[in-house]
Nanobody
Framework: QVHLVESGGGLVQPGGSLRLSCTTSGFTFVSYTMSWYRQAAGKERELVAR????????TYANSVKGRFTISRDNAKNTVYLQMNSLKPEDTAVYYC???????WGQGTQVTVSS
C-alpha cells in the first residue's frame, strides 16, 4: 500500500525558508515521478513542482521558479521541497503526490506571515 507522509511545515516570516519532506513507502520509489502540490484557502489545488524518476529532472510552477527546489533521496525514499524567499501568497497546505498511484499525503500547513 502506497503511503506518503509530509513534514516540515510551520509559521515563517516573509523572506524566510522552510524545507518540506515527504517520506514514502509501499512502492519502488526510485522508479516513479513525485510531485508537490499546494492548496490555499478557497482556491484549487495547484502543482508546485515535479521531479522525474531516476535522474530527477525538475519542473516548477512559474510562481515558485527560482525560489523553490525539489529534490529526492532515493536511498531514503524521500522527496523534499526547499522553499526560500517565502511570500505571504505561498501560504497553503502543501501535499506530496505520487501521480502513478493517485496517492496523496495528509498535507502540511505552511503559513508565511509577519
Amino acid at each position: 500500500q502506497v503511503h506518503l507522509v509530509e513534514s516540515g511545515g510551520g509559521l515563517v516570516q516573509p523572506g524566510g525558508s522552510l524545507r518540506l519532506s515527504c517520506t514514502t513507502s509501499g512502492f519502488t520509489f526510485v522508479s516513479y515521478t513525485m510531485s508537490w502540490y499546494r492548496q490555499a484557502a478557497g482556491k484549487e489545488r495547484e502543482l508546485v513542482a515535479r521531479i522525474s524518476n531516476f535522474a530527477g529532472t525538475a519542473t516548477y510552477a512559474n510562481s515558485v521558479k527560482g525560489r523553490f527546489t525539489i529534490s529526492r533521496d532515493n536511498a531514503k525514499n524521500t522527496v523534499y521541497l526547499q522553499m526560500n524567499s517565502l511570500k505571504p501568497e505561498d501560504t497553503a497546505v502543501y501535499y506530496c503526490h505520487a501521480p502513478a498511484f493517485g496517492s496523496w499525503g495528509q498535507g502540511t500547513q505552511v503559513t508565511v506571515s509577519s
